[in-house]
């Protein structure tokens, strides 16, 4: 057992966004990490799943897992490991990778929004993400139906690079109807997993991955969202790790932007209007 095999033992059996566990191994390392688990050196009671899992584990079988799907297993010791990732309060354990992974250490406009959006809004995410592919930068989202979706589309249309951070293992499509959707964009940048192949999600899991788009970005625009929504939760993850956020304005009587005009209203995000009005608000930041 060495260092990167112990991170991915690890990995196979904690739930990411574990702020303990990740400390735990920034402090100590991997493989302290496992060796005092495997000897049941912290409370059985507490973390006892934990020890039965690693028991069990197979860490030759999670590494053929990854390989047989295209992916690869990347750690804050890889050399294509993107450092924004080491300013969240839990760092990621390991990503699993399909695709470029040196795509991720690239300048990145994240772009989050409702699964259910207008068609106003599935042409304001896809104009941003081909004006800012214009500019050379890639597009970050989740990989969801609505904004998410078109604003990768509106990235390959323009033919740059996006990310795809997924809430489930790198071979699970979902949702089933982005199977093509996936396919280019690991083709054309890269699909991000906290978890291995063949693992679905739960709803800790979209948590989890939007403090991976946030941090990942340099920045975070919000097109279309409701007045409680995941995306505002990226936002929030984007401005506690001081990262510019902007939302689009919408009508003032439309669900859709509550979210949008919930963060202007709170000052939580600046309100942009075109693509050169939010590349020059990040650049003055």
Not at 68 to 77: D, N, Q, R, Y
Not at 168 to 176: K, Q
Not at 180 to 200: D, K, T, Y
Not at 209 to 223: D, E, F, G, M, W
Request: glycine letters at 8%.
């Amino acid at each position: 057992m060495n260092e990167l095999q112990a991170r991915l033992a690890l990995f196979s059996v904690i739930e990411g966004g574990h702020s303990f566990w990740s400390n735990e191994i920034t402090t100590y390392g991997a493989l302290h990490v496992f060796q005092k688990l495997d000897s049941s050196g912290y409370d059985s009671v507490k973390y006892g799943k934990v020890m039965q899992a690693l028991k069990v584990l197979n860490c030759e079988e999670i590494q053929t897992r990854i390989s047989a799907v295209g992916a690869e297993f990347i750690t804050p010791h890889s050399p294509n490991w993107p450092s924004a990732l080491n300013e969240l309060a839990a760092i990621p354990i390991g990503l699993v990778v399909k695709g470029d992974a040196s795509a991720l250490s690239q300048k990145s406009l994240a772009i989050v929004g409702t699964r259910n959006p207008t068609p106003y809004g599935v042409r304001i995410a896809g104009d941003f993400a081909a004006g800012f592919v214009d500019r050379e930068w890639s597009i970050i989202s989740g990989g969801a139906y609505g904004i998410d979706s078109a604003a990768h589309k509106g990235a390959l249309i323009a033919e740059g690079q996006t990310i795809a951070v997924l809430a489930t293992g790198i071979d699970v499509v979902y949702p089933a109807g982005n199977m093509r959707l996936f396919a280019e964009i690991s083709e054309n940048g890269a699909l991000v997993s906290e978890v291995l192949p063949g693992v679905h999600a739960i709803p800790v899991r979209f948590l989890n991955r939007n403090r991976i788009i946030a941090a990942l970005s340099q920045a975070t625009l919000v097109v279309e969202a409701a007045f409680r929504s995941g995306s505002l939760r990226t936002a929030r993850d984007a401005a506690e790790l001081l990262r510019p956020v902007m939302a689009i304005p919408g009508p003032i009587n439309a669900p859709t932007s509550e979210g949008c005009h919930r963060l202007i209203g709170e000052r939580a995000a600046e309100i942009v209007t075109s693509v050169s009005d939010a590349i020059e608000l990040i650049s003055a930041l």
